[in-house]
């Protein structure tokens, strides 16, 4: 068990549709980092947040947004979802370089 | 984008045998990491080489670092059918640039060890 926690395990859902996903980093992390895994594109980084804060972005879509809360929780909002969203989702948090810390994913199901 | 390489993209070996597997990168790099996901979970992390170490060992593992080459391989040895997984490398960069602790991942080796 890595710590960090992210629900839903599964969401199935419709195109055109909005989904968020959620993710509590290790107590103590500060950093958290989403990654998208499908086999095509393999492990893809979305987006950093550190403290609150944005720190880093990716490949990610202007359709994809994301924040961390003051309790340092994070959320990933897909809107206007495409087939091609189909993946894995993951959450990552640390202290700070090094070692990530991954939660057990969200898989997400576009039909 | 995936930062490198990695080979092979699948390896089946008997228990026993050691697995060795390979890792290229593009850029100067902070630190080297391993991976392991076990089929749709979460990915643990095994092991970290920072840029100014050569060698590192973990147990049965055993990482190497060429910056020269830009080049990094993972060695399994003595592997158990529980080592069946994919692996993957995952370099981060340099201190002071916008994408200092975020990870950027290798497409992965397969490994399947047959009892």
């Known amino acids: 068990d890595s710590g960090v926690t992210q629900t839903p395990k599964h969401l199935i859902t419709a195109t055109g549709q909005r989904v968020t996903l959620r993710c509590s980093p290790r107590?103590?992390?500060?950093?958290v980092y989403w990654y998208q895994q499908s086999l095509d594109q393999g492990l893809q980084f979305l987006i950093q947040y550190y403290n609150g804060e944005e720190r880093a972005k990716g490949n990610i879509l202007e359709r994809f947004s994301a924040q961390q809360f003051p309790d340092l929780h994070s959320e990933l909002n897909l809107s206007s979802l495409e087939l091609g969203d189909s993946a894995l989702y993951f959450c990552a948090s640390s202290v700070g370089p090094g070692p990530k810390y991954f939660g057990p994913g969200t898989r997400l199901t576009v039909t | 984008s995936q930062q490198g390489e990695e080979d092979p993209q699948a390896l089946s070996i008997q228990e026993g045998e050691n697995a060795t597997m390979n890792c290229s990168y593009k850029?100067?790099?902070?630190?080297l990491q391993w991976y392991r996901q076990n089929s749709g979970r979460g990915l643990v992390h095994l092991i970290l080489?920072?840029?100014?170490?050569r060698e590192k060992h973990s147990g049965r593992l055993r990482v190497t670092l060429d910056t020269s080459k830009k080049s990094s391989s993972l060695l399994i040895t003595a592997s158990r059918a529980a080592d069946t997984a994919s692996y993957f490398c995952a370099t981060e960069l340099n201190a002071g640039g916008t994408s200092y602790g975020k990870l950027t991942f290798g497409q992965g080796t397969i490994l399947t060890v047959h009892p």
């Open positions: 850029t100067s790099i902070n630190n």
């Open positions: 107590s103590g992390d500060l950093s």
């Open positions: 080489i920072r840029s100014n170490e």
